[in-house]
């Protein structure tokens, strides 16, 4: 069962030992159940580990509620360890699958004692591991939510946001914080303490309601939580800026984007009794816009956290065009700031990394969606041409483009966007009774042509007058093309690492699903 590496007989010896398990009296259980339980974490070959945690599964699954609830706290104890302390991947995950198993079973007296365990753990601040540990058990445990639980919510929310203010790297650089202070913290453990607090926020957002009497309880924490978020949508460790997008996400399902801004949340959240609320409400979404922004300009950002960006951009532009058309400031300042954002996106791709379209694709599929909005299209009608010409200049530029002939994925996503620009435009008319999209498309066009004669000018112009100046810059672009061409085929080779890219701020994110995190 624990030694054989055939798993065959690994599972025929566990199906076997299982039935002895039930089957006999609970005295002879308990005492070949310790057997088990010491293998879980101290066996030295992994399958065995696993081998012993799925066995407990099954045991978990099909004893009797009594002796479960004898025996689950001895139980408990070696699962997170394994939880907290095993380094592959398979043996957290079942380790985390067997507490799921447990919770669901056991009595309401048990099922309190472990959320007590897990909320004494998450206050060890001398212990970053059992801080850990302590909050991505309590998440294990909500999940399994019951009603003796509920009034416990606020206290979580509590602890978190404690937490949170213990890790204290919002006020400055994580990187140069975590760097100073290497001797004494563990960067990889601060990495998953953290996103292990966002994970259980997450959890308890998803089980309250957000009504105007649940959230009188949270008053007092929520502003604090609210700005967390946004401090720490930035920190460099994609699976906390995952669980960050997940959060905002969790709130933004429960509120209409035309109600959103006027919900009793936003008013907990941002105290909306002062004065100059409206300035708050606008100053955090504008760090928040750039938190996001921020975050998918990387190359090696993962299709889950584009994905979740993307759903956030396209609800606060809904948000935004609803303030804009009842000429609310906060409207009239934040849906410019997003437009302007979107084609800063694909402008900076366009001119610096052409071969690349990863982030064209996301700002293109942004359009199709708010497209679809009524709001959003009034409000084109009302934009200043400046603003007008950032929505549409990313797309015409593609359209007008050498590389526009060629049958591309690419090439049907900016097409069909144009599309999308034709449909939500074509009852639209300019004060002058023009059709708006042509009248642009025409102004826009000839703006980017004359801007690159004016390109071309000035180069021939530089080659003639200054041709020393000119013949130095062509022999440097030469020079570095050679270089990175040598380098790609090293590296391809196998025989220098390959170059650092920019989303790598520390580590490999990708070396963990970040719902495996357990």
């Known amino acids: 069962m624990i030694k054989s590496p055939i798993s065959a007989n690994r599972i025929n010896c566990r199906n076997l030992y299982l039935e002895y398990l039930i089957g006999y009296a609970q005295d002879k259980t308990e005492k070949s159940l310790d057997f088990v339980l010491a293998q879980v974490a101290n066996y030295e070959e992994q399958t065995g580990r696993e081998s012993a945690i799925e066995l407990l599964i099954l045991f978990a699954a099909k004893v009797n509620q009594k002796f479960l609830n004898k025996v689950c706290l001895k139980m408990f104890y070696p699962l997170c360890l394994v939880l907290g302390k095993d380094q592959i991947q398979s043996c957290r995950k079942l380790a985390r699958l067997c507490l799921d198993k447990i919770f669901l079973r056991v009595g309401d007296e048990e099922y309190l004692e472990f959320a007590k365990v897990s909320r004494s753990w998450m206050e060890n601040y001398d212990d970053l591991s059992l801080t850990k540990l302590g909050f991505v058990v309590a998440e294990i445990v909500l999940s399994n939510c019951r009603n003796v639980l509920v009034d416990k919510f606020p206290l979580f929310l509590f602890l978190s946001n404690e937490a949170l203010n213990q890790f204290d790297l919002t006020k400055g650089s994580f990187i140069s914080k975590a760097a100073s202070n290497s001797d004494k ?28 009497g649940i959230l009188e309880s949270f008053r007092s924490i929520l502003p604090h939580l609210v700005h967390k978020i946004a401090d720490y949508i930035v920190y460099p460790h994609e699976w906390v800026q995952v669980s960050c997008c997940e959060i905002l996400s969790t709130i933004f399902s429960k509120f209409q984007p035309s109600e959103f801004l006027q919900s009793e949340f936003v008013r907990y959240s941002f105290k909306q009794n002062k004065g100059n609320s409206n300035e708050i409400i606008t100053d955090y979404f504008v760090k928040l816009i750039d938190g996001l922004f921020n975050n998918v300009v990387y190359f090696d950002v993962s299709k889950e956290l584009v994905d979740l960006t993307m759903k956030l951009v396209v609800y606060l532009v809904l948000v935004f065009s609803n303030h804009f058309l009842n000429n609310s400031a906060i409207g009239k300042e934040l849906l410019p700031k997003l437009i302007d954002k979107l084609n800063g996106l694909a402008f900076k791709e366009s001119k610096f990394n052409h071969k690349s379209v990863a982030k064209r694709q996301f700002v293109f599929s942004c359009f199709q969606l708010v497209l679809q909005s009524f709001d959003f299209v009034q409000c084109c009608q009302r934009l200043d041409e400046e603003t007008l010409d950032k929505l549409l200049v990313p797309v015409i530029r593609e359209l007008i483009s050498k590389s526009s002939d060629e049958k591309t994925e690419f090439s049907d996503l900016y097409q069909k966007t144009y599309q999308s620009f034709e449909k939500a435009f074509r009852k639209l008319r300019t004060e002058s009774g023009e059709e708006f999209l042509p009248h642009h498309y025409t102004k826009i066009v000839a703006n980017l042509r004359a801007k690159k004669l004016e390109r071309v000018v000035t180069k021939k112009r530089e080659a003639v007058l200054d041709p020393e100046s000119y013949a130095a810059k062509k022999t440097a672009k030469h020079a570095k093309q050679r270089v990175d061409k040598k380098r790609k085929i090293a590296e391809s080779r196998g025989k220098i690492a390959k170059k650092k890219k920019l989303g790598d701020c520390r580590g490999n994110p990708g070396e963990m699903l970040v719902e495996d995190l357990g």
């Open 185 to 212: 913290l563990d960067v990889k453990m601060l990495d998953y303490a953290v996103c292990a607090v966002f994970k259980l926020i997450d959890r308890v957002l998803k089980l309250l309601g957000l009504s105007s």
